[in-house]
């Protein structure tokens, strides 16, 4: 009957008059997605800010944007009963899933969080021995409060626990529509390479397969009905009762299962292995499945090959600390990625041209190129203005936005090729350290008259210390799932810009409110990155009073970064069969102390269930895999998290991060 009845609303109607429904169902959906994303801000303000409990929207996917589509999926049974209602299609719960994940990464420590740090760290952490609220001046009144007042209350709490809107809204209103400017950069560049990686190189996006086998999209039995599933909740709920007991009731440490293989090895040089810590994380265990062997074998031996390279340094006396300098070969191999990505996607460029004035040529696009590169043209100029209109020298940001940039594009390659589940995937920092090592504090810190450049190019680390440019993953993952799903383009480009502006807003709002009521310093979460952002105007002073020149090792291991992972991937070109990845090289580079023990396990029983059972054996497994991952996000960030956050006690003395 009611099929029977939507076929009367529709067939009698002609296609104008039927268009309006769509939109309206599109319309509804973004709503019901600002609602939810409205709900899960309470929720991520007293588990992440206030209790601490567990870092939910720092993992991939973001844990309220997969409790969003596990409860609308659960819901949709009913809604389907509703008189004149029906179904939500799997193209319409993609809509509110990825709004709602790409909303609440605005919410993550490394992004909204980081950037309330670093615009109130010159302010309230300034001592006689580093003054660095001489620097804070320099910082614009748009996008900081300009008086210490308002900043020591953000630590401290204000007397009456009432926000100070009316030095706020202005920062709030530019910063939300910087991020709008600079995410709507990025997936213009991910709009550009999107046929090329979907079409033409056919990437498997392994991540995608999540929503999808939870939205039943991909055939065979549904996820929720096949006993192996269950298998992989009930495995990963038990390790997580037996780690929260343990931490709860025996003072066992927080967070996963970890184990130092190098304990023990005091002499040197093979002491310049340490750390060797394997982290048994559960969902790169789960989601890793879905990665290639060869990638999964390329991260965990590239990762050891760089502790060989510091025992070798160390043997044949180089000793120097940081050595061999991992997160810098790893921007090395960002960078050179970057620049064959570019060459290799030239044409798509190159077309996108054409169509700005020849609207024929772009006509059968399936997808807006010409306005994606008007786009990234628009964006391009208006971050660099941004950044100079804030006091940055115009030639630092240029220099700086393109190495930003980049490193977005590679991560959403990255996303799209390997599907790697965590968001710190890129060598933490190092897009700001890259220019300090080049060009010695002398090049950025000319002259002790006139910090203000120097100044705003600390505040704007944290972009590279934050990881706001990883949005590019979800992005391309959001063109991928539209693709798959049946929506269009122009309408996922919407969500996922929408996404970004209204989670930016709501973000300040669910932060500002525990800060100004009950004081920063005084929650368990704090305000995370308040130490490292203190640190990069502390550089900032030391430089002006004695600067250092070019860090020559550290562009060495820059530079070899980037001639191995061009021979990786030249040997791959003219080797068939050549075992490493490039990819695998970059990871290592790129938190590859956290993904190397996980993805050692992966490979070792995805490589016997190959070799011993074939595909099938891989394929029936899979279940099992995801249901691992998707039972640690439900008990350790949904169910552990909310108790956290609303009962406290015992239940915060074991943490989850999932970064």
């Known amino acids: 009957m009611q099929e029977h009845i939507s076929d009367i609303h529709t067939s009698g109607m002609p296609e104008a008059q039927s268009r309006p429904s769509r939109h309206v169902r599109i319309v509804t959906m973004l709503v019901l997605s600002i609602v939810l994303t409205w709900l899960a801000g309470y929720w ?41 209602v029906r179904e939500l299609s799997a193209g319409e719960l993609v809509v509110c899933y990825l709004f709602v994940t790409v909303a609440t ?34 910082i614009p009144q748009w996008l900081s409060p300009p008086e210490l007042l308002y900043h020591k209350w953000l ?36 709009i550009l390479f999107a046929e090329q990686w979907i079409e033409h190189e056919r990437l498997v996006f392994p991540l995608v397969r999540l929503p999808l086998e939870i939205l039943g999209e991909e055939g065979g039995m549904p996820l929720f009905k096949n006993p192996v599933t269950w298998i992989g909740i009930g495995l990963a709920t038990l390790l997580n009762l037996y780690l929260m007991t343990r931490a709860v009731f025996f003072g066992g440490p927080m967070g996963t299962l970890t184990f130092d293989l190098s304990t023990g090895i005091t002499d040197a040089p093979w ?22 062997t060869e990638l999964s074998f390329s991260i965990w031996f590239f990762h050891l090959f760089q502790k060989a390279q510091a025992v070798i340094m160390a043997a044949s006396g180089y000793r120097v600390g940081g050595m061999p300098f991992a997160a ?32 024929e040529v772009a006509r059968n696009d399936r997808f807006p190129y010409r306005w994606a590169l ?30 930003l940039l980049i490193v977005g594009m590679v991560y959403g390659r990255l996303r799209a090729e390997t ?17 300090w090592n080049f060009l010695g504090q002398a090049g950025i810190v000319r002259g002790a008259t006139d910090l203000t450049s120097p100044t705003v190019f600390a505040m704007m680390g944290f972009l590279s210390r934050g990881f706001f440019p990883t949005v590019s993953g979800y992005q391309i993952e959001g063109l991928n799932l539209a693709e798959r799903t049946g929506v269009d383009t122009r309408k996922m480009i919407v969500t996922l810009l929408l996404a970004i502006v209204v989670g930016s807003a709501f973000s300040f709002v669910f932060h500002l409110q525990p800060y100004y009521q009950e004081g920063g310093i005084g929650l368990r979460g704090g305000i995370w990155g308040d130490t490292t952002a203190r640190q990069e105007y502390q550089n900032v002073l030391r430089a002006s009073e004695m600067p250092v020149p070019p860090d020559v090792p550290r562009i060495v291991a820059t530079l070899g970064g980037g001639v191995l992972v061009a021979l990786i991937s030249a040997a791959r070109s003219y080797w068939f069969g050549f075992p490493l990845h490039p990819m695998g090289y970059v990871l290592a580079g790129s938190f590859g102390h956290k993904l190397w023990g996980p993805f050692l396990v992966v490979w070792v029983i995805k490589t016997a269930l190959l070799r011993y059972g074939g595909s099938r054996s891989y394929l029936r497994a899979l279940p099992g895999f995801l249901g691992f991952a998707i039972g640690h996000f439900i008990t350790a960030g949904l169910i552990w998290g909310s108790l956290g956050a609303a009962l406290g006690g015992p239940f915060l003395r074991w943490g989850v991060w999932f970064g």
Not at 155 to 180: D, H, K, M, Q
Not at 336 to 355: C, D, N, P, Q, Y
């Open 44 to 84: 991520i303000r007293q588990g992440e800010i206030v209790a601490l409990s567990a870092q939910m929207t720092e993992a991939v996917p973001s844990i309220p944007g997969l409790t969003a589509l596990l409860l609308l999926v659960l819901l949709n049974p009913l809604i389907r009963r509703l008189p004149y």
């Open 105 to 138: 990464f605005m919410f993550a420590c490394g992004v909204t969080r980081f950037l309330i740090a670093t615009l109130s760290a010159p302010w309230y952490y300034s001592t006689p021995v580093a003054p660095i609220d001489t620097l804070a001046p320099n």
């Open 155 to 190: 630590y401290e709490a204000s007397p009456t626990g009432e926000i100070p809107w009316e030095v706020w809204r202005t920062p709030v209103v530019i910063w939300s529509g910087f991020f709008l400017l600079f995410g709507g950069t990025l997936l213009c560049l991910m």
């Open 271 to 292: 002491s310049y292995i340490r750390p060797l810590q394997v982290d048994l994380r559960p969902e790169l265990i789960g989601l890793g499945y879905l990665i290639s």
């Open 328 to 359: 810098e070969q790893g921007i090395g191999a960002y960078i050179i990625l970057g620049i064959v990505l570019l060459w290799k996607g030239r044409h798509v460029f190159t077309h996108a041209w054409s169509g700005l004035f020849r609207p």
């Open 374 to 403: 008007l786009g990234l043209i628009a964006g391009v100029t208006g971050l660099v203005l941004f950044f100079i209109a804030a006091g940055m020298d115009a030639w630092l940001a240029g220099v700086y936005l393109a190495i």
């Open 419 to 435: 599907g790697v589940p965590i968001l710190w995937a890129f060598p933490y920092g190092q897009q700001h350290k890259l220019l």
